[in-house]
């Protein structure tokens, strides 16, 4: 016998709450057959004018909706707090928490039976994905797709990846006001997320890889109709879905989270990946680690030649045959069996597709670099870990030793790094403090911060930098993130002073403040911890209950979930 809907407590009584909760959503217009044992759907939509990647996803939503309807739901499209990257302030990653509570909710409190994930810009896919895995309904995601590449000179130019090169370009190839303006009009010219493989591109790949999506979702652009077709195809099999009473928790095992890593690593993905995929795994319960990214990930070849890494972008990616094609190559490292959203297994639905262009995408056997996953970096500077993104970094920096040039606070970087007079050279490590979860708050993408005008000049392309921040998906460079404790709660990045010496030793997973204890202890005993950077509000509490990086920087309320189940009626 099929199992009752969640819906019927709401719409399928005849008593006066069953009168009062159908009665009122009628003014819309549904027929009575829609009240009667038809799955509801929430359309779960991350739209906002103020999130551009996502601003086509109020139509995204109508065509979702067709497909629901044509295989038996009744749709119900509600928005949520929507995440726009390069225009919020201080930074998103203060707000998915709470963009996370707000999905939640929304969905626990309504009538809905399954639910169909909307969602484009970098948090905007990790806050709905964990809201619903702490409801644990059937779930899908349509990830919104890619902006189509950016054209500028006559040249592919990656929205989110030239930005980080407007200082460089200006000073050293004497590129104009005119040039930069051009540049960025032709960076963004097209519905969609950044093209290149930065965090939004990375957490598209990601929930295709957990089995959340519909084969091949990831890579189809914004304004290719294929889009379209699969966000009515994910609306048809949502229904599906909750007939089958197919919950997100039976998708999201350990071995889809380990599936992840694995292809993540294979296109050369976002550091962001691991904080996201940390905190998802928190909700659904299970159990990941900061190690678990570099035992699974680190030895894994990268196939995928996009920007920051390579040279191609997303088109180029969905053209060569998208993510099929790197699952298929890495299916000696993937646990094929992993089901997934359609109820098959990743390896059933990633069997041979063909690729196209095996510049884009290499083959497992000639792959563009050998290991290609992230490292997680042990030593007195990061006891409970930091990361590198070792096919983003230069080579020759891997292992070095440098002196650090402090920066206490992002302020204090911009107001001296260009100080001709500052005392640093290409050997030199930049210390970026202040930037972690609690510090900045929120743990801001700053992590490759620009290097000195003056090392620009002199031709020099990278230096190491370390932080207790965050690194944009788009940018690259050898860059040291996510140090925790960060140092606003007194972690030893704290006491790290102009002069002291590091050392990195990627190959050996070392970070090392060559200081000694005797000197750290006193450094520490002197220690004042900066005042709190709000007293109320939302802010109050994301710093009162924020947890590290190498947790996943969730709040620690949210850990779990509380089900779908709703008791109380609200009369
Ligand atoms: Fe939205 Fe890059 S700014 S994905």
Redesign the pocket.
Known sequence: MRKKLRSYDWFGKDDKMGFVHRSWLRNQGYPDDYFKGRPVIGICNTWSEL????GHLRDFAEIVKRGVAEAGGFPLEFPVTSL???IMRPTTMLFRNLASMDVEESIRANPIDGVVLLT???KTTPSTVMGACSVDLPTIVVPGGPMLNGRFKGECLG??SFNWMVKEKTLVENYTAEDIHEAEIGSARSQG??MSM????TMACMVEALGLTLPGAAAIPAVDSRKKVLAQLSGRRIVEMVKEDLKISTILTRKAFENSIIVNAGVGGSTNLIIHLLAIAGRIGIDLSLEDFDTIGSKIPLLVNLKPSGKYLMEDFYYAGGLPVVIHELKKYLHNDAVTVNGKSIGENNNQPPCYNREVIASVDAPLQPAAGIAVLKGNLCEDGAIIKPSAATKSLMKHRGRAVVFETMEDYHARIDDPGLDIDENCIIVLKGVGPVGYPGMPEVGNVDLPEKLIRKGVKDIVRISDGRMSG?AAGTVVLHISPESSVGGVLALVKDGDMIELDVEKRKLHLDVSEKELKKRRDAWIAPAPMATRGYVKFYIDHVQQAHLGADLDILQGGSGAEVTRDLH
Do not use: K, L, Y
Not at 51 to 54: D, K, L, R, S, V
């Open positions: 999130t551009p990647c996502n726009g990257e390069t484009g810009c970098d929205s989110g997320h950044c930065g965090t939004a591109s788009t």
